[in-house]
């Protein structure tokens, strides 16, 4: 092919599809008290305060939080709007879009390397 990029895409093409559903389920996680897992309710509190402030000040329009020890729960809360245009409000199981993460993981990869004596910072 004279395209380098077509003969890339039509390589690649086999492998979009090629994600295989995971073995593993995740065990749902179920709710308890914030002392029954060693947490103290007074500071888990403070998350809903912090959330409510956040959403008064107009930085964000919306926000869910959830705190899970030990495999519980013992903070699920939303507060805010998920779409202020329409007023809807914001849901403990709205989806979020993420920004890229590209870079935050490649950090973490490169910091792992470095402890790892792979690289030198001076390299």
């Known amino acids: 092919m004279k395209n380098p990029i077509t003969a890339f895409l039509l390589a690649l ?32 509190n403070r998350i809903d305060v912090i959330c409510k402030e956040t959403i008064e000040n107009t930085k964000v329009p919306g926000i869910v939080a959830l705190v899970a020890r030990r495999g519980k729960v013992v903070f699920q809360k939303a507060c805010g709007f998920a779409e202020k245009s329409i007023v809807r409000k914001m849901k403990t199981n709205d989806i979020f879009r993420i920004a890229s993460q590209r870079n935050t993981n490649t950090s973490k990869a490169v910091i792992v390397l470095w402890e790892e004596g792979k690289f030198r910072l001076d390299d």
């Open 13 to 44: 093409a086999p492998t979009v599809n090629a994600q295989t559903k995971s073995l593993n389920v995740s065990p749902s996680r179920s709710p308890a008290s914030a002392a029954s897992v060693g947490m103290f309710e007074e500071r888990l």
